[in-house]
């Protein structure tokens, strides 16, 4: 892995490079040895924290201190949380995100939020587009953590994703300001590379989507390497 030299950090993508669905990829482990221990790892994950990551890392064998991981569902409640300081939160998110929005002083309600929040919600629902695209359309604000319509399942599969369950209510909506906080946009690239302490010229993308985890980096000057 040449690609590997001349860096002095990598940022690694989650589902479909490390992982897929509750088994680690066959070249994860070469991977992570490749990078020296310096790696961090950026995911557009919408539904689980660093903690709950990190310890899903460690059940395949991998020591990963939840500090070094770079959620965007995590960094799209901060965003809202810094943005909107006690905001009224109308959330579509797994539990584990929602106890994390309450943590940040965010108000987690059923009526007239101040900001409207996707992510990969497993019990999304009719209610849910109807209540969150009449609440955008009233004027609250949009965050949808990824665009990601799908990632790679077990043996072919696929998983929806955040941007599936944001489009259901922009199709609703028509077209109206949104916020968009995962890969591509740069937000989570610039986070990774803070964690190492290392500057883009000198940062490595590893990913298995070009159009995420590849276009995100160029962007901001790193370069990028695709697997799977």
Known sequence: MHEFKDVDGVLFDLDGTLISGNHALPWARDL???????????TNDAEHTASEIAILMGGFGFIVAEERIVTAGMAAIRLAAEEMPGAKLFIAASA??????????????????DVVLIGRDRKFSY????????????GAKLVICNPDLTHPGREGSIVPETGALAASI????GPVPHQIVGKPEPGIFLAGMKLLGTSPDRTLMVGDNPETDGKGAISVGMNFLKVG
């Open 96 to 113: 584990s995100l929602q106890a994390y929005a309450r943590t940040l002083g965010l108000n987690l309600c059923q009526e007239r939020p």
């Open 170 to 173: 922009l199709a609703c909506t």
């Open 32 to 42: 992570i040895d490749a990078s020296r221990g310096h790696f961090a790892i950026v």
């Open 127 to 138: 209610d849910t587009i109807r209540s969150a695209a009449n609440f955008v359309l009233a």
